[in-house]
């Protein structure tokens, strides 16, 4: 296996996540399409550590379907029950490079206690601002 920049760059930001207590534990994860049919992304292996300990042998190239890429690529390795929201984005938006999935925990909270998230910018955020001005959008439970 090849161990691209572009995997070690992958771990560096897995871990950054739960570092940023983005993610707790094992949850989350990131992609990087590398072409039109094959994308980056962060699996478990046999020894899972966990998001923090993300090293770039945890992320392996699979095809849009979520498999193997190229001979080995998955061996002893899954890929996350999620990847069908990397790869969807990914087949939707040419344009779009890479997918993150986490977890904040106070975003969960917020969403199991059904508050609505409300956006907050600074005053000289202007392109924050009109991002946040119709309000954060939030995907509708139990839709995978």
Known sequence: MQ???ERQL???????????????GIL?????RMDDTTLLVRCRGPQERG????TPADIRLVDL?????????LDGWSVPNEL???????????DVRTVVHAHP?????????????????????????RLAAGGVPVHPPGVC
């Open 3 to 5: 161990y691209l920049p």
């Open 10 to 24: 992958i771990s560096d930001a897995c871990r950054v996540l739960a570092a940023r207590g983005l993610s707790d």
């Open 28 to 32: 989350g994860h990131i992609s990087l």
């Open 51 to 54: 998001l923090r300990y993300t």
């Open 65 to 73: 379907d979520g498999q193997a890429a190229a001979p080995g690529e």
């Open 84 to 94: 069908p929201l990397h790869t969807e984005v990914l087949r939707a938006r040419p």
């Open 105 to 129: 925990p106070a975003v969960v909270a917020a969403d199991l206690a059904g508050l609505s998230l409300r956006p907050v910018v600074g005053a000289f955020d202007i392109p924050g601002t």
